[in-house]
């Protein structure tokens, strides 16, 4: 066990043992360690199979760009299983339960690795071209097997059990990464009292500190000087350190979000506590210390498991204690990885070559080389590497022109060790739209004019070394407090042994082999070759946009961090074109995966949207209701008695309202108030309807257009006064209308005197129908005299009802004699209460929204929105009675000669009734001629509303039919899954066509 | 997030209390009787597709509620400047065909 394991290397804590299983394997590491090093130091490099080859893959990093030790884990309980975590980030704790992906039956052995056989079938542009091969072809053989082989890991099956959090944060200087860099610039800035947060991917600060540590800082060592540093930063008032905190994305106005990671790391998180924080915070100026990503170098078996970036084999060593070999090669283009090299061979790894493919090394590296008894095989290159689970040996041979080497050899051994240099980390800054400078010396891109206040400090400004990035750190701490309008004291940061160094690009390692026989990988998560990206080139992307696409380079979870200027480079080369002519693409938040939960925050269960409800809501809960969304509102849609199904309860609902009374809750109405000397005036102006002399205490059907002619919304107006008008709305279209109003009136006729106040939530809305209607509501009310000659349909009265101050109308919309109740929204239950009472002598029904609908339906009453659809005009829809001729203007008016609104075969409002009078139409079926078979048939419109209607002993429907109204009286046939169903058109007014009813 | 300034409240809030409302400087026709089945078509219908300083109508909902003009990058997504309705637009150029001509270059 822990073979591997280095001693007196690392911060890991030896004294507490972490048991965990990898595959059903149990293994042990110790606190501190990821799953990576852990398995690692048991001497475990595969991890995982690769996406669409499904070739064995370990660790190439040890951080969050790692493309290939994705595992999934799972914490105890259901609902915590978690796949493509990323091995190098997941903390060690007891009991975790961890398992590898993309593969079948088992790792080892995996039926999916034929893809990688097949893999000059398999090659960019696959996907677009096999679409064209014979369908047979594609139905049967590639897509069975692809969607078997497809996909990154296994989606989880249970709901997610975690809660997650979210919080604001407000700060005068956030600074995003704690390495060397990052530290300097907050402590320079904490001494000056700036507030400062400072956050931090890692479980620890340090950065690059706690990969390759420096032989003192400050004439201390590192380990201690960093020590002091955390405890400084932490005690400071003025400064929070978060660590497990991710900046994912930079959004406008220096607002960044950081997502923090609170429990992943426990065996036992505390009760209750959420698992994951994103923080959106607003920084007065940001400074950017991420440092740099090392970029792998591109060769053939450049993927195999023991292949490795420098760098991480020395955070293994480092930080973890963990040698990743016992015989490691380093291949390289830049200085780094000959220091990882000293590092290991130090740490008593054999280092058997260091194949630079540089033509020059300089001296000191040469030399320390030697002390050190290491071969340096300088304008060598590595041709091809042996072994597939594991490395077992690499061939080399020394460059003897372009594309060509001599004298190849093989050197056995367990790892690679490979660097091509670094990659400033800029991810954050693109996000703000940041400009990106070709640096042509040392071939990167830099950060150029900035759109944000945000500064950028050390690796990401391809300063290389830690002296230069602490000393970089300082100062864009000094240019930040600066724009704060403060000073800031410079500090100094001394480094000893300080490991500047430099180094090329490169495109394919020279090798004589074939360049497209080559398994040569740029982007290792997507399988992407070298050989792609020149394919695609040749197949005509000259856009590197194009390129990415084509190949899907960079495009997979990690978005290209170790392979974007790979995958850029050989297209470059491949183009003949320079590469910063090539362009690079669009880095997108989130900077690492991120998960639906942490961006869901506290927005899931009963707080994922707002639910209104009523004043009577309760009673109706209380009353068996079974209930229906209505925009945010949560509406009774009907009342069951014992055995009632849906059918038999609206049945009985409609029944029992025409024959005697129904009460129902109509709060959800919305409810404007509009007021002042204009108040008429802008009805005039908004609503179809003439509103002058509509005489106060009276109330009229209101239709609202959009300035485009079609209908938007619709309902009972009263007037209260010459100067007071009580608008209702739709359920749903209250604050859309509300809106409405308030554009014109604010912005095209300031002029007018008039106030707009939503009074919705004001009113509770009890709406009595049906002949007893009168006799339940009489004895509650004073002030008003009821009679059909005092009171007539369309009259309203201010007065008191069961005591409660009440603007009682009478209105209906089921063309039953109706009155509709508005007192104050809190006093709805106890007046539904009082009513419901007098009702049981008059067996009144309670009913809900699915009758309400049906009532309306029986009489015609449209509703918007259901049978309009933003399409429909007032003529359409058979409202042109609802327009006030003599008006000379209204919202939309002058929309309603346009040519089109006046042809004859637009889509009209009519009536359906089925040759089958059982058979109710669903809504939203399409409409045809009759007999009309061909495939694909004609559509003349579409069923808006369908119903049993009780009153009729039928069904009824009402359509949206092209030229509907010359074709009254005749058929249409509706095509439904196995019948089609034959219906004539009729009027959309199918009971008590003269309106008797009403005026009881 | 963006931050827009009020240009009632007096105050630089975030985006969230805010909503758009559309290209400004839009009048409705006085006598819209009059207007030609090609004039109304314009006014309904016809707006600029900026790429540059783009003047819109925002609103502030949640909020003092009032709507008023901004004038927009629509590259940068930086606002240049906001002001009441009925204000002018502060520059000359700040939309139509000469920034659409950036767009075809
Ligand atoms: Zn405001």
Known sequence: ?????????????????????????????????????????????????????????????????EPNALIGTSRSGTGRFEPNTRATVQELYEGLTTVSQNKWPSLKFDVGAVNDKLHKLFAAGFYYKTFMWPKSFWDKVYEPVIRASAGLGVSPTEPDADTYASRYLHTELLIVGAGPAGLAAALTAARNGTEVVLVDENRELGGSLLSEAPSAIDGNNTESWLAEVITELEARDNVRVMTRATAIGY??????????????????????????????IRAQEVILAQGALERPLVFDGNDRPGVMMAGATQTYLNRYGVKVGNAAVVVTS?????????????????????????????????????????TAKVGHSVTSVSGTKRVSGVKIGRISGDQQVADISSIPCDAVLMSGGWTPSLHLFSHTKGSLHWDEENEVFLPGERTERCHIAGGGRGLWSQQAAFDDGVHAAQQALTSLGQSAQALSVDVDGDRAGSGVVMEELPSNNDKLARRAFVDFQNDVTAKDIRLAVREGMLSIEHVKRFTTNGMATDQGKMSNMNGLKIAADELGRPTPKVGLTTFRPPYTPTTFGTFAGYHKDELFEVTRKTNIDSWAEENGAVFEPVSLWRRAWYYPKAGEDMHAA??????????????????????????????????????????????????????????????????????????????????????????????????????????????????????????????????????????????????????????????????????????????????????????????????????????????????????????????????????????????????????????????????????????????????????????????????????????????????????????????????????????????????????????????? | MLLIHCPYCKEKLPELEFEYAGQAHIARPDNPAEQTDAEWRDYLFIRSNVRGDHAEQWRHSHGCGRYFNALRNTVSDKFIATYEIGQACPTSHAEGEENNEQLES
């Open chain 1, 1 to 65: 066990m822990n073979n591997w394991r280095v001693d007196g290397k690392g911060r890991i804590n030896r004294d507490k043992r972490v048991r965990f299983t990898f595959d059903g394997v149990s293994y042990q590491g110790y606190e501190g360690d990821t799953v990576a090093s852990a398995l690692l130091a048991n001497g475990v490099h595969l991890m995982g199979r690769s996406f669409k080859y499904h070739r064995p893959r370990g660790p190439v990093t040890a951080g969050s760009e």
């Open chain 1, 650 to 1000: 609206v049945a009985r609902e409609c029944r029992e309202t025409r024959a005697s009374v129904g009460m129902f809750d109509a709060s959800t109405l919305g409810k404007i108030e509009v007021v002042g000397p204009d108040a008429a005036e802008f009805m005039n102006r908004m609503y179809t309807n003439p509103w002058t002399k509509l005489a106060a205490g009276r109330c009229r059907y209101g239709l609202l257009l959009g300035e485009d002619g079609f209908i938007r919304d619709d309902g009972v107006i009263g007037r209260i006064s010459e100067d007071r008008f009580h608008v209702t709305t739709t359920t749903g279209g209250a604050a859309r209308v509300l809106t409405m109003m308030e554009h014109f009136l604010q912005t095209e006729w300031p002029d007018l005197d008039v106030w707009l106040t939503s009074t919705t939530e004001q009113w509770s809305t009890i709406a009595l129908n049906g002949p007893n209607a009168r006799k339940v509501l009489e004895p509650f009310v004073k002030g008003a005299d009821l009679s059909a000659e005092a009171f007539p349909h369309m009259a309203l009265r201010e007065c008191s009802v069961g005591s409660f101050e009440a603007r009682l109308f009478r209105v209906s919309f089921t063309g039953e004699l109706g009155f509709e109740v508005n007192v104050p929204s809190e006093h709805g239950r106890a007046l539904w209460e009082i009513l419901y009472q007098e009702g049981k002598k008059y067996d009144m029904c309670v009913y809900g929204t699915e009758t309400m609908h049906v009532l309306r339906a029986e009489k015609g009453f449209i509703i918007v929105g259901q049978d309009t659809d933003g399409t429909v005009t007032p003529a359409d829809a058979g409202l042109t009675w609802a327009i006030g001729k003599k008006k000379p203007d209204f919202v939309g008016k002058r929309s309603l000669t346009r040519p089109d609104m006046l042809l004859p075969n637009r889509k009209q409002l009519v009536g359906l009734l089925t040759e089958d009078p059982s058979v109710v139409l669903e809504e939203g079926a399409q409409i045809v001629e009759t007999g009309d078979t061909a495939i694909p048939a004609k559509m003349l419109g579409h069923v808006t509303s369908s119903y049993w209607s009780e009153a009729l002993g039928r069904s009824i429907a009402m359509a949206l039919i092209e030229g509907g109204f010359e074709r009254n009286s005749t058929s249409i046939d509706v095509p439904m899954p196995g019948q089609t169903h034959r219906a004539t058109i009729s009027g959309t007014v199918f009971y008590d066509p003269d309106g008797d009813r009403i005026k009881m």
């Open chain 1, 334 to 374: 830049h200085d780094s990885a000959w220091y990882a090299a000293f590092d290991l061979a130090d740490a008593g790894v054999k280092i058997p070559a260091i194949v630079d493919v540089r033509a020059t090394v300089n001296e000191y590296l040469q030399s320390e080389a030697q002390k050190r008894g290491i």
């Open chain 1, 251 to 280: 959004y406008h106005e220096n607002m960044v979000g950081v997502a923090e990671k609170l429990t992943d790391h426990m065996a036992h998180p505390p009760a209750n506590a959420p698992r994951e924080r994103m923080w959106r």
